[in-house]
């Protein structure tokens, strides 16, 4: 479904991503790890098309994507979920969430029906959906990051580190709801985390990302055992 191939990415004159292959097959929830500076967000940035590797390909659905615009690539069923969330605080939730519907805009059937499917992963934004999403605590405003990006329905999620700065009540949370998202919608989903325990525990198998280069991949179970990975992102 994802593949990339030798990729690489500079901002400036800065080389951010060495080398990146990988693939990811649909249905596949799959980790990325690293700690803060490993170039999990430009990684992710570069796939999405909101940066433009300086060589190398990336393919989705056997379509090359990595000179096609942002929009394109969420037309062909891609959307980034960004680290910090990015919503519009002065606006509802129910107007953030039609602004991730925006590649729909023609079809309000289909935007109602995703809108009741958001509502029902995430009753919270039901209940306050007249609500500004800038008075939401953090976590809410994941839930409605995450709700806004599933808007348009995306055969393929990317989530940029969506456990960043939340409690640990929250984080779980957050993970089930994302493993729902995978299991129940048939949604692939590349995971970006610094929060190796939980990612680990949620997804089926991982990439493990240093220096903009990927030093390990494998399955979850052989990741969490991998000394390496237990000493620098586990904490054992």
């Known amino acids: 479904m994802l593949k990339l191939s030798q990729v690489h990415t500079k901002i400036g004159d800065l080389q951010i991503i060495h080398d990146i292959s990988l693939e990811i097959n649909k249905g596949e929830f799959v980790s990325l790890l690293g700690s803060n500076g490993a170039g999990k967000t430009t990684l992710f940035?570069?796939?999405?098309?909101?940066?433009k590797p300086d060589s190398g390909t990336i393919?989705?659905?056997g379509q090359p994507i990595h000179?096609?615009?942002?929009?394109?690539?969420v037309e062909l069923g891609m959307v980034l979920c960004t680290q910090g969330r990015q919503l519009f605080p002065e606006l509802t939730v129910r107007k953030n969430l039609l602004l991730g519907a925006y590649p729909l805009r023609n079809d309000k059937k289909r935007i109602q029906k995703n809108m009741d499917r958001v509502y029902a992963l995430f009753p919270i934004l039901k209940e306050r959906s007249n609500q500004t999403a800038g008075t939401f605590s953090g976590g809410e405003q994941q839930m409605l990051a995450i709700g806004r990006a599933l808007m348009s329905e995306p055969s393929m999620l990317l989530l940029d580190e969506p456990s960043m700065g939340l409690a640990p009540l929250i984080v779980q949370l957050i993970a089930d709801i994302i493993s729902n998202v995978n299991h129940e919608m048939d949604t692939t989903i590349f995971l970006s985390?610094?929060?190796?325990?939980?990612?680990?525990h949620i997804t089926e198998r991982g990439y493990v990302l240093e220096s903009g280069s990927c030093?390990?991949?494998?399955?979850?179970?052989q990741l969490q055992n991998n000394e390496k990975v237990r000493k620098a992102y586990i904490g054992a």
């Open 59 to 61: 393919e989705f659905n």
């Open 45 to 51: 940035r570069t796939i999405a098309g909101v940066l």
């Open 215 to 221: 030093v390990l991949a494998g399955d979850c179970k």
């Open 193 to 200: 985390e610094q929060n190796a325990n939980m990612a680990l």
């Open 67 to 73: 000179r096609l615009p942002v929009h394109k690539i």
